[in-house]
């Protein structure tokens, strides 16, 4: 069975800083694309950062510069650092994993992370 569960999600004044982290089992880590998501209220859900089974990654434009995605294999755990973070970063931020090959895609369930003062 497989599960990602997201963790780090909180309250933050605007300027601050959070690390979220997904925690994945039933998977083979290492060769899942790992990419964060967040839906605002009222808002699509859109990709914030990936990252790729060799560590390649990307970035909407708007987290560019303050958000760094990284991931530990040996963990089976992906991060997102989140600095300078501004009240428009208020989301539920979901952890996603893709395997294209396999046909493969999963979610957890997603964190809450307000920014406000």
């Known amino acids: 069975q497989v599960q990602l569960v997201e963790s780090g999600g909180g309250l933050v004044q605007p300027g601050g800083s959070l690390r979220l982290s997904c925690a994945a089992s039933?998977?083979?880590?290492?060769?899942?694309?790992m990419g964060w998501y967040r839906q605002a209220p009222g808002k699509q859900r859109e990709l914030v950062a990936g990252?790729?089974?060799?560590?390649?990654?990307n970035y909407v434009d708007s987290v560019k510069g303050r958000f760094t995605i990284s991931r530990d294999n040996a963990k089976n755990t992906v991060y997102l650092q989140m600095n300078s973070l501004k009240p428009e970063d208020t989301a539920v931020y979901y952890c996603?994993?893709?395997?294209?090959?396999?046909?493969?895609?999963?979610w957890g369930r997603g964190t809450q992370v307000t920014v406000s003062s």
């Open positions: 996603n994993a893709r395997q294209i090959e396999l046909r493969q895609d999963h």
């Open positions: 039933g998977i083979i880590f290492s060769i899942y694309t």
């Open positions: 990252i790729t089974i060799d560590g390649r990654t």
